[in-house]
């Protein structure tokens, strides 16, 4: 058996969705349009955060580091895949594939850390507003948002690393339209076993966990809610509640069943979907769900509307 390390490979080929013409052209078509919806959606959030004073607050200014993380996840995981397909080139090259390996891995651990201290960041304000203020200060907010980044970008450099000192067969060719580390860790011919329980590790620090302390504490906010509010509070909160969480499960639930699956599953061509799922759509309905909805985004986009009538070409009239 030739072996090889992963140095040495100076290209890689991507497979996609290749032995599936028909569907790669839909699929094409939709991930162009998830791109361009997520960019629009996310350059507003972020725009109108700066810009609107009654939005500098400790959600917002988490919903800025969802909406810029969300725009590099979907860049570092959509682009390359889109632009193969237009230049008609599936390869990629050692260098940019283990920095698209990293920047997806980076930020999609980000992601799943960042979205827990949402949830807490929620909590405190609906269970303990009295005390939110002094709890979630502008320190606090800075400290938390980047420890979250350190977070993700120091366990994406250890699962990185760990697995491009490993050796291939001689395979150059990668079974997925993204150098995903479970399809780059397929090519590998020696023992794994090491680099995988790093993996598992990490991904229950960074997946199960998380998405535990956000159930726990959407359930406190709506037993509150429920308990001080109207039937028509109840019925709005519970809604919103159901939104984000909706959102949180498609995230969690598609990177759980990819990372933490059993060795003897491989479904490698339902891991392409699942990949879109988490890397694609959920970046799309992040803005959507968290923000748009929200009575004091929508009143800071038809400001930035008056200011300037140009924007009303990008940004859809929604009413209040």
Not at 170 to 199: P, W, Y
Not at 202 to 230: D, E, K, Q, T
Not at 276 to 297: C, D, F, Q
Request: net charge positive; glycine share 4%; charged share 10%.
């Amino acid at each position: 058996m030739v072996k090889a390390n992963l140095t040495v490979i100076s290209n890689f080929i991507f497979l996609g969705f290749t032995p599936y013409p028909k569907v790669e052209v839909i699929i094409f078509v939709l991930c162009l349009l998830m791109y361009l919806i997520t960019l629009l959606g996310n350059i507003i959030l972020i725009s109108i955060t700066i810009l609107d004073s009654h939005l500098h607050k400790p959600m917002y200014f988490f919903l800025s580091n969802l909406s810029f993380l969300d725009i590099w996840y979907t860049s570092s995981a959509l682009t390359p895949m889109l632009t193969n397909f237009v230049s008609g080139k599936n390869t990629i090259s050692f260098s940019g594939c283990a920095t698209q390996m990293y920047f997806s891995l980076a930020m999609g651990s980000t992601e799943c850390v960042l979205l827990s201290t949402m949830a807490y960041d929620r909590y405190v304000a609906i269970c303990n507003p009295l005390r939110y203020p002094i709890i979630m200060n502008k320190r606090a907010c800075v400290q938390i948002a980047a420890g979250s980044w350190m977070t993700g970008c120091l366990t994406a450099l250890v699962e990185t690393v760990s697995v491009l000192q490993l050796s291939l067969c001689g395979s150059s060719i990668i079974n997925h339209f993204t150098c995903e580390i479970l399809a780059v860790l397929k090519l590998v011919c020696v023992d794994t076993s090491r680099v995988q329980l790093i993996m598992l590790v990490i991904s229950v620090l960074l997946l199960p966990m998380p998405m535990l302390l956000i159930c726990v504490s959407y359930a406190f906010i709506l037993s509150n809610i429920l308990r001080i509010s109207s039937v028509d509070g109840g019925s709005k909160a519970f809604s919103t509640c159901a939104a984000h969480l909706i959102v949180v499960v498609l995230f969690y639930g598609t990177a759980l069943s990819m990372y933490l699956k059993p060795s003897a599953v491989d479904s490698q061509e339902i891991d392409k979907f699942m990949a879109l799922v988490y890397a694609g759509l959920t970046p799309m309905l992040n803005p959507i769900i968290y923000s748009l909805r929200n009575k004091e985004v929508k009143a800071a986009v038809k400001k930035l509307l008056i200011r300037n009538p140009l924007c009303a070409f990008l940004i859809p009239h929604s009413k209040s």
